[in-house]
């Protein structure tokens, strides 16, 4: 007999009601009731869809990843509405775009006291952990429990804060923070809550964030393999508004030796101590498994002397086997967490979604990291498994966005969705109904000018078919048409032929700006 974690009610309608008045008794379970489902969130940080299974990634396999997209559905345009860390967490938080969560940028601190999908389930119920990254900068508030990174968190024996008393401490936790995040969630998950009451749990991994720094695991996973190159790592940046060429995200130039690359320091360099922190965190133990895997990989390195080309081609490789060595460890504790809710019998009440702020760069376009509007960082994996309401390896073609988060979990949990948020309940889609009136275009809105990667502020808005990005600051524009060129790679805003289609794309990015209140 499973352990019983949802509240029994009657019904999403009378759920509805209560949501209004959450102080009001839940009612006793009764003939023909049902349990409200578990929530469990797990979120990556700058995971993209090229490196899953499931989306038919040629570069690596999520054997737990994909077991999840087997129960359930895989949303095939998943798409952020701003493609950076913390602004995306802002939005999935609150259901609202960074002109109206305050968070437009990674500098920018989070106003705790908004509206947010946490405190509403809270109030209806719910009891609420969030473990892991959080990235928002103000502490986290509508949560039961929580214990998260301080900013961008440690790869090894990392850092964590915890609410303790009126204050928040810091403790240290040695290990791998895949494996640790998942540890403390696991603890929470079994020791730490309620039984009696039905949880969402937010489990939110650091990797595979920059600087891409594997696990004792898998030091030495994809060695001796060569991971397959993007047709565009040696893109010229032709054909495109010059902010492409303008940027500072190349592979090619702007990796850091050690950092990013995992070179030694060489004799004479004054390696900055931002830099030099993330090593300098290891146990004596930790550092020895890590040189006896990277020592004899950086000799062969140096004896080779590459440059040109070839170099680049050498630097891409050592970038994404560390990137998808991260992501190994995370795919690993996914399966560790989907084993404890097969194993506890919680997986038939539990709704489980696996997504990540942001897509990512994995050398398309010669690039890392994200910001752009280009396809491979506007979109994002996301996977639900619902049992009972999505199909069994089920995928949905959909422009869904993280704005739809908040209301999707609110819901699942039978609670009212505010007006105020403009995101949608996936709940119809996940059914495997798509509403007539789905949304057929979506708005993006880039902000960071002035941080790393010197990538331009640029909005625009995507379709089905097309896409128009505007930069405001050079006064230029982009149009893509992803059916003949699905890599980006050949702006036609100013080919004749699309003439009305650039003229329609300019008339609906205006509506969607003033129904979203962008000033
Ligand atoms: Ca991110």
Avoid at 94 to 107: A, E, P, Q
Avoid at 132 to 137: P, Q, T, V
Avoid at 141 to 147: K, L, Q, R, S, V
Avoid at 218 to 223: E, G, I, S
Wanted: aromatic fraction near 10%; proline fraction near 7%; hydrophobic fraction near 35%.
């Amino acid at each position: 007999m499973p352990a019983r974690i949802g509240r029994r009610i009657a019904g999403t309608l009378l759920l509805a009601g209560l949501a209004v008045s959450c102080a009001e008794p839940v009612p006793e379970p009764g003939a023909g009731e049902q349990e409200r489902p578990n929530i469990l969130f797990v979120f990556a940080d700058d995971h993209a869809f090229q490196a899953v299974g499931a989306y038919g990634s040629v570069i690596n396999e999520t054997p737990n990843i994909d077991r999840l997209a087997d129960g359930g559905m895989r949303f095939d345009r998943a798409l952020v509405t701003n493609s950076i860390c913390a602004p995306a967490r802002a939005v999935i938080q609150t259901g609202l775009y960074s002109h109206l969560n305050g968070v437009r940028d990674n500098s920018d601190v989070f106003d705790g006291t908004q509206v947010t999908f946490p405190k509403l389930l809270r109030e209806a119920g719910y009891q609420t952990a969030m473990i892991g990254k959080w990235h928002l900068k103000s502490s986290p508030a509508g949560f039961d429990h929580w214990e998260v990174l301080p900013g961008q968190g440690a790869y090894y024996n990392p850092d964590l804060l915890y609410p303790d008393a009126d204050t928040t401490a810091t403790r240290r936790r040695e290990g791998y923070v895949t494996d640790i995040v998942t540890d403390l969630a696991l603890d929470w998950l079994g020791e730490g809550r309620d039984p009696d009451r039905p949880f969402l749990l937010m489990l939110q991994h650091k990797a595979p964030h920059r600087s891409w720094m594997p696990g004792p695991d898998h030091l030495t996973t994809y060695d001796g393999e060569a991971i397959p190159e993007p047709e565009t790592l040696f893109d010229d940046y032709s054909g495109r508004a010059s902010p492409a060429a303008n940027q500072e995200m190349t592979i090619a130039r702007h990796m850091f030796d050690v950092y990013d690359l995992k070179l030694e320091p060489q004799p004479g360099t004054d390696l900055p101590g931002w830099q030099a922190s993330a090593f300098e965190r290891m146990t004596a133990g930790q550092r020895a498994e890590w040189d006896a895997a990277y020592e004899p990989r950086n000799e062969a390195f140096r004896a080779a002397r590459m440059e040109g080309d070839d170099l680049t081609r050498w630097k891409y490789q050592r970038y994404i086997k560390d990137y998808l060595r991260t992501i190994a460890s995370i795919d690993d504790n996914l399966g560790r967490v989907l084993d404890w809710l097969d194993e506890t019998g919680l997986a038939e009440t539990t709704v489980v979604v696996y997504s990540s702020d942001q897509g990512f760069y994995l050398g398309e376009h010669g690039w890392y990291d994200k910001r752009w509007m280009y396809e491979e960082s506007l979109r994002t994996p996301l996977i639900v498994r619902w049992p009972g309401k999505t199909a069994a390896g089920s995928a949905s073609s959909a422009m869904v966005s993280n704005l739809d988060f908040a209301p999707t979990f609110l819901d699942v949990a039978g609670v009212q969705v505010p007006s105020h948020m403009q995101g949608r309940s996936l709940g119809p889609l996940l059914a495997g109904d798509r509403p007539d009136d789905w949304r057929t275009s979506f708005y993006y809105h880039y902000y960071e000018a002035e941080g790393p990667h010197a990538v331009a502020e640029h909005y625009g808005v995507a379709t089905d078919r097309f896409k128009l990005i505007r930069y405001p600051t050079t006064d230029e524009w982009e149009l893509f048409d992803l059916e003949t060129d699905p890599r980006e790679m050949r702006s036609v805003a100013d080919d004749p032929a699309y003439a009305q289609v650039r003229a329609d794309l300019e008339a609906e990015l205006e509506r969607l700006r003033g129904e979203l209140g962008v000033t």
